[in-house]
């Protein structure tokens, strides 16, 4: 029983370069989170989908775009990639908007030099 | 929106009793949550408090005060793999999006 899989685990890019991070879940979830981690912080939301073919914007969209082409999936993409930029992204999923629990990825370290 | 505060470090000697606090403000606000994450790790979720009072699971116990903006995580009997962070999060309405606190990071001695 996969849960929620990231990938990938690690990757350092230079500025300006171009990444899509991917979340697969095997649990049949509606709603779809990225959330970013910075030190000594708690998980910011970037961008959520509460559907197949749905997106969302959260507290800190900007410089990136995001996509949930089938239900199990839910892309984030950095389209030039700047060091303010360098986090732990995790993503999560959840069967319905009252679920109480939210099941996480076990994260992408991202590093942009 | 919300926001919600808690303490940055806590440490406490195995065998122990320690609350971390979570003061919160928020609106949309459906109930609180607590997860763990270790070092590295995946948070995990530990507990959720929709109703005011003490939310009891094993070792871990769970408290929400709504009238006070105020809930607490309550980890006894203190064991060394609870080092870890553990985040607070209030579930909102719209759309079940959770928010975070920053963490609190909890330091358990020999």
């Known amino acids: 029983n996969a849960g929620v899989t990231q990938t990938p685990k690690f990757r350092v890019l230079k500025t300006g370069q171009s990444m899509t991070l991917l979340c697969a879940q095997d649990m049949n979830h509606e709603y779809m989170y990225w959330y970013r981690q910075d030190p000594g912080m708690g998980l910011r939301l970037i961008h959520y989908?509460?559907?197949?073919?749905?997106?969302a914007k959260g507290e800190v969209p900007d410089g990136y775009n995001v996509s949930r082409l089938k239900k199990q999936n839910f892309l984030l993409g950095l389209e030039s990639a700047a060091p303010s930029q360098t986090s732990v992204y995790f993503c999560a999923s959840k069967g319905t908007s009252w679920d109480t629990e939210a099941f996480f990825g076990q994260g992408t370290r991202l590093t942009v030099v | 929106g919300q926001s919600l505060e808690q303490p940055s470090e806590v440490t406490a000697v195995e065998g122990a009793i320690v609350q971390i606090n979570c003061t919160y403000q928020?609106?949309?606000?459906?109930?609180l949550s607590w997860y763990q994450q270790h070092d590295g790790g995946a948070p995990t979720f530990l507990s959720y408090?929709?109703?005011?009072g003490l939310e009891e699971t094993g070792r871990f116990s769970s408290f929400l005060s709504r009238s006070d903006s105020y809930g607490y995580l309550l980890l006894q009997e203190l064991q060394m793999k609870d080092s870890a962070s553990y985040f607070c999060?209030?579930?909102?309405?719209?759309?079940?999006?959770?928010?975070f606190g920053d963490g609190t990071t909890l330091t358990v001695k020999p």
């Open positions: 408090n929709a109703l005011d």
């Open positions: 999060g209030g579930l909102n309405t719209n759309a079940g999006k959770s928010t």
């Open positions: 928020t609106s949309g606000f459906y109930g």
């Open positions: 989908s509460v559907g197949e073919g749905t997106t």
